[in-house]
T-cell receptor, first 117, second 112 residues
Framework: DTGVSQNPRHKITKRGQNVTFRCDPISEHNRLYWYRQTLGQGPEFLTY????????KSRLLSDRFSAERPKGSFSTLEIQRTEQGDSAMYLC???????????????FGPGTRLTVL | TQLLEQSPQFLSIQEGENLTVYCNSSSVFSSLQWYRQEPGEGPVLLVT?????EVKKLKRLTFQFGDARKDSSLHITAAQPGDTGLYLC????????????FGGGTRVLVKP
């Protein structure tokens, strides 16, 4: 399977703990996106990378959240001092952007469901 | 802030009936994508529309992008229980934007 993969699929943690999620994009894709989806809502953008550079962060991404893509391949999303409001599905997507003025289609992974108790 | 509104929020129909889901915005999008999402899974891409007025067909699904690239619709003919799911529209704002702006989704239930 050469799609986007995410690990773990489910994470249950206690409030105040740190958690880290991993995303492996489609191999030739240069862009990687993180979204958050709460129950009954559409996904909301968190941040994205082009290769290893983090180019945009949403205001939703508080200082407790950090994302990295050190080698331009896989990415990690860490949440420090988790709160109950962080409970959500965290989705990763990747795409291939060929040029500045082109559009690209984003392909999503299965998501990581986080539950903060 | 780009805002995409989907309607209806929920649709329950019998197998064999037709349905239409709408996605509307006051803003222009360079492209618009439709996804279907099953519970506990990530969205799966159905189609991307780019050109104003474009119509794409995927078996029993017909997608249309408005002439002004501000709205889109998804029409399903002769719905089947396998069409059950959350349908999401998502737009890329502006000339060549980056992040997707999603609608709130339409939950479709097709009863056998």
């Amino acid at each position: 399977d050469t799609g986007v993969s995410q690990n773990p699929r489910h994470k249950i943690t206690k409030r105040g703990q740190n958690v880290t999620f991993r995303c492996d994009p489609i191999s030739e894709h240069n862009r990687l996106y993180w979204y958050r989806q709460t129950l009954g809502q559409g996904p909301e953008f968190l941040t994205y990378f082009q290769n290893e550079a983090q180019l945009e962060k949403s205001r939703l991404l508080s200082d407790r959240f950090s994302a990295e893509r050190p080698k331009g391949s896989f990415s990690t999303l860490e949440i420090q001092r988790t709160e109950q409001g962080d409970s959500a599905m965290y989705l990763c997507a990747s795409s291939l952007r060929r040029g500045v003025s082109s559009t690209d289609t984003q392909y999503f992974g299965p998501g990581t469901r986080l539950t903060v108790l | 802030t780009q805002l995409l509104e989907q309607s209806p929020q929920f649709l329950s129909i019998q197998e064999g009936e037709n349905l239409t889901v709408y996605c509307n915005s006051s803003s222009v999008f360079s492209s618009l994508q439709w996804y279907r999402q099953e519970p506990g899974e990530g969205p799966v891409l159905l189609v991307t529309v780019v050109t104003g007025g474009e119509v794409k067909k995927l078996k029993r699904l017909t997608f249309q992008f408005g002439d002004a690239r501000k709205d889109s619709s998804l029409h399903i003919t002769a719905a089947q229980p396998g069409d059950t799911g959350l349908y999401l529209c998502a737009g890329v704002p502006g000339a060549a934007g980056n992040k997707l702006t999603f609608g709130g989704g339409t939950r479709v239930l097709v009863k056998p």
